[in-house]
Every structure is written in structure tokens, then in C-alpha cells.
């Protein structure tokens, strides 16, 4: 994959900018990448506006975190009854964006007790919801190694929360994704994770900046030891600014994105890569009206083949 500097980035950026999503994608490659944007990054727009702007855009796909400020999906309303699931899985296929990802908040490492079954209780309500959407993929996270917990207790209690999770959604068309979250970031913990895990309902989401800001492990290194696992990439871009990050659009931080790029085409990844912009934990980040529509031609130059 070639290299593109940051003076031939801006250039490129500035020549596509009255260019349709499309064209871009055309310019950069015979194979257009399937990609889609989480509603993290939207927690003002109502799933109507999701959709269009998804197909506005250029987005093959979204993943849905939350819808306005709520986050547990079973109780919005778009899906809180079976003719309304209807209604909106119709509304998506109508602007031929497909829902790729549901982002559940259920936590894993919990130990045995009321919290730890309330977060796999949730985990199975979106699996049900995913089916009866059509969708792929649920969400869930790792996500913490709690200090006053044995270390080896935490790792198991991981494995057997996302194999009786996969189980449960065996025959659904659904897969459950263990995205890299949290403080299960490193590769080597991952891989131990995923290969005692096993399952054909049990996946992984590469979430590059979330693993490389805290290992700065090489996505070389990462794709090598988890690409088996991989069924769905989060991308974003940041800039250290002090002691904290700030995100920038694709291209403009110090991510690793093209190395990770690189290995997820040599691997021959065919998953979506999905603009997840943090705008929900982060208010002052810029609007989705304005980075949205930039991602599918910041990501191009990355995606070239």
C-alpha cells in the first residue's frame, strides 16, 4: 500500500471536496471497503436522521450504541414492539444501509451475583433484538481486571460470560463480539481470551486506537496473533494534547491506522470499518454534520488496494 504524505493527504482531501462519497471511493480503489459509522457519534439524532444521513454519506452500514440519550436499545422506541422493529429494519433497507452492530453496555467480568446477571441478561436482549433486526453483530465488553479480584478468576469469568453468550445465540445469525475495551487491551491477553473462548457465535472487534494508545503494541504485531478472531474494526484518530487525547478526524492524529489497514487488506478482511467518533462522552468534539461526511474520504487513501 503506498504511502500518502500529510501535504498529499490535504491536497487529496481538498481535490475530493466536490466529489460524491462515491467518486471518491471509485478514484481510490476498484473494491469500495464497507464502512459505517457508529451513533456514538450523533447522540442528538433521531434514527430517522441516522439512517438518511448513513445513505447521504455514502455508509454502507451503522452500529447502533444508543438512539438519543437512550442507550439500552430494547427500550427505544423504534424497537420496543415487533411492528416497529418492522417499520425500522424497513426504513434502513429502504436507503440501502444495513445495521451492522448493536453496542451493548453488558460487562463480563463481573463476578457471580445480581450485577453480573443483569449484564448477561442485557447481553441476551440484544441478541434477541439483533435477530429480529437482521443484524450481525452485538457488542460486548471485556473491561476491567478489578484489583480486589483475582486476576486468573477475572480471565475465566470473561471466557465462560462469551461462551454461554455465543451459545445463546447459536442458530440466530448472530455473532457476539468481545471488543478490545477497557483494561483487556494487550494482544497476548486478547488471544488467550479469544482462544479459550472458541466458539462460532464468539468474535472480536479490533478497536486499533483503543489497543495501540494504551500497549502502543504494532497493529503488525496485534493482526498477526488476533486477525483470526477479527470480525469488525473501530476507527479512530487522536492527538496527545498533555496528559489526555483528543480526536481529530482520521488521518490528522498519530493512530497507527495505516499499518493496521495494511494488515486487515493482506488478511483479507471483508468486515466494515466503522467510524466510531466519540461524541457522546465527549460533547466539545466538532458535530457529526461535520466529520461524518469527511470519513469515507479521510479513510480512502488507507484503503487503497
Known amino acids: 500500500m503506498n504511502k500518502v504524505s500529510r501535504r498529499q493527504f490535504v491536497g487529496i482531501a481538498a481535490g475530493l471536496a466536490g466529489l460524491s462519497v462515491t467518486d471518491a471511493m471509485a478514484y481510490f480503489g476498484k473494491k469500495s471497503p464497507k464502512l459505517a459509522f457508529s451513533t456514538l457519534g450523533a447522540p442528538k439524532w433521531s434514527y430517522d436522521q441516522i439512517i438518511e444521513s448513513a445513505h447521504k454519506f455514502g455508509y454502507q452500514g451503522i ?3 444508543g438512539i438519543l440519550d437512550q442507550m439500552d436499545l430494547p427500550l427505544c422506541p423504534e424497537f420496543s414492539s415487533p ?3 418492522r417499520q425500522s429494519l424497513s426504513k434502513a433497507k429502504k436507503h440501502g444501509v444495513k445495521i451492522v452492530g448493536l453496542g451493548a453496555s453488558a460487562r463480563l467480568h463481573d463476578p457471580e451475583g445480581p450485577t453480573r446477571a443483569k449484564n448477561l441478561d442485557e447481553a441476551r436482549r440484544f441478541i434477541d433484538l439483533a435477530q429480529n433486526l437482521e443484524c450481525p453483530y452485538v457488542r460486548v465488553f471485556p473491561n476491567n481486571l478489578p484489583k480486589n479480584q483475582d486476576r486468573e478468576e477475572t480471565i475465566k469469568l470473561i471466557v465462560s460470560g462469551l461462551k454461554e453468550l455465543g451459545e445463546y445465540a447459536r442458530g440466530k445469525k448472530v455473532m457476539v463480539l468481545l471488543e478490545s475495551h477497557g483494561e483487556v487491551v494487550g494482544k497476548d491477553l486478547l488471544h488467550r481470551i479469544m482462544k479459550e473462548s472458541e466458539h462460532p457465535n464468539v468474535g472480536l472487534i479490533w478497536d486499533i486506537f483503543n489497543m495501540w494508545s494504551v500497549t502502543k503494541e ?3 504485531e496485534v493482526y498477526s496473533l488476533l486477525g483470526k478472531y477479527i470480525r469488525h474494526v ?3 484518530d487522536a492527538v496527545r494534547e498533555g496528559d489526555k487525547w483528543r480526536y481529530v478526524q482520521v488521518g490528522q ?6 499499518e493496521a489497514m495494511a494488515c486487515l487488506i493482506k488478511g483479507g478482511y471483508k468486515g466494515y470499518y466503522a467510524f466510531e467518533w466519540e461524541k457522546k462522552w465527549h460533547p466539545t468534539i466538532p458535530e457529526p454534520e461535520e466529520v461524518f461526511p469527511e470519513f469515507p474520504h479521510a479513510i480512502a487513501p488507507m484503503l487503497k488496494v
Open 63 to 65: 452500529e447502533i450504541r
Open 83 to 85: 411492528e416497529a422493529i
Open 218 to 220: 504494532s497493529p503488525t
Open 253 to 258: 492524529g498519530v493512530a497507527p491506522l495505516k
Open 234 to 236: 473501530h476507527i479512530k
